[in-house]
Structures are given as C-alpha cells and as structure tokens.
C-alpha cells in the first residue's frame, strides 16, 4: 500500500495541472501552497491557520466531512473525558478549561494546522482522479471540490449548542 503522506514519485506521477486544482479548490492559494508536494521537493505545504483556528469548520467548509466528524468527535471526547475528570477532582469553572484548551490544542488544532493542507491535497487528488469523464471534468470537478457554506452554519450552531450544554452540565 502506498503511502499516501508521501510526495509523489517524480512530477508527472498523476499530477493535475494548475487549472484542474484551481477547478477543485476554487481558490489560488492551495495549488501555490502545494507546489513542492506536487513538484516532490517537499512532504510540507505550510501551516494552515484556518485549520488550527477553525478545525472541524474548516474541514467541512472543505467538504471534507469524515474528517470533519472525526475532529468534532475527538473535540467532545475530550470535553466529555476532561469534565469527568474535573468533577472528579472537584476543580470548579476555570479548572476546567485550561486542561482541554491545552489537550485540544495539542490533539487536534496544533495537527490539523501543521497537516491541514497536505491532508486537503490528498483529498483533492483521489477526488481529482475519481472523474472518468473527460468531457466535462471541470464541471465535475468544481462539483465534488470547492465549499460548503450551509453546513457550516449548521456546524456552528451545533457547536455552540453543545458548548452550553457542557457549561450548563459542569455548572450543575
């Protein structure tokens, strides 16, 4: 099984071209961001801080959903794990969130922020070659590519209804 973190054997191992990538993201910045992965010079495309800053809203906002879902669930394990803790110990309000900003940040964000754009091209890549129609690839593309706006509103909702229930639950 090849390993799908590594950079491409040689440049014209399946490389899409500029317009096809900018077909996908719908946004310059990503093609320039994975240059050296798509060149084999680099197994690194930056840090993404919209990845560190917004985590499961931007893995949706990229229609990337099973990882959004793995984020978010990894994000209420560990609210769930550290309130248990909390009550356990008897730490009271602030107790409470400095242990899961510092988990959070190191388990998920810190991650997602140094991975985020090569996990985006990897996905950009098995979605880009998924499309057999060569006649309308483009259109294809920027269908299975670009954004998702309403889902992360609904996200945001839900995250801030599940926000309130933790402070509502740990306040008793």
């Known amino acids: 099984m090849k390993d799908i973190y590594s950079a491409p054997d040689s440049v014209t ?5 500029d317009p096809v990538l900018l077909a996908f993201t719908g946004t310059s910045e990503y093609p320039q ?9 680099s197994r690194f495309a930056g840090f993404n801080w919209a990845a560190f800053f917004f985590t499961t809203l931007w893995l949706a906002y990229r229609k990337m959903y099973v990882w959004a879902l793995a984020a978010f669930l990894a994000g209420i394990a560990l609210e769930v794990g550290l309130a248990i803790l909390v009550m356990q110990l008897g730490l009271t309000g602030a107790g409470f969130q ?6 959070h940040l ?3 964000r810190l991650p997602l922020g ?14 880009i070659q998924s499309v057999t129609d060569a006649e309308s690839q483009l259109e294809v ?3 299975r590519g670009g954004t998702n706006g309403v889902l992360v509103v609904v996200l945001v ?7 309130l229930l933790s402070v509502m639950l740990l306040a008793g």
Do not use: F, M, Q
């Open 13 to 17: 191992e399946d490389a899409p071209t």
């Open 33 to 41: 961001k994975w240059r050296g992965l798509i060149e084999g010079r």
């Open 98 to 103: 400095l242990p899961y900003l510092v988990a």
């Open 106 to 108: 190191l388990c998920v």
């Open 114 to 127: 140094l991975g985020g754009n090569v996990l985006y091209y990897h996905r950009a890549i098995a979605r």
């Open 141 to 143: 593309i920027r269908a």
């Open 157 to 163: 909702l839900a995250l801030v209804s599940l926000n």
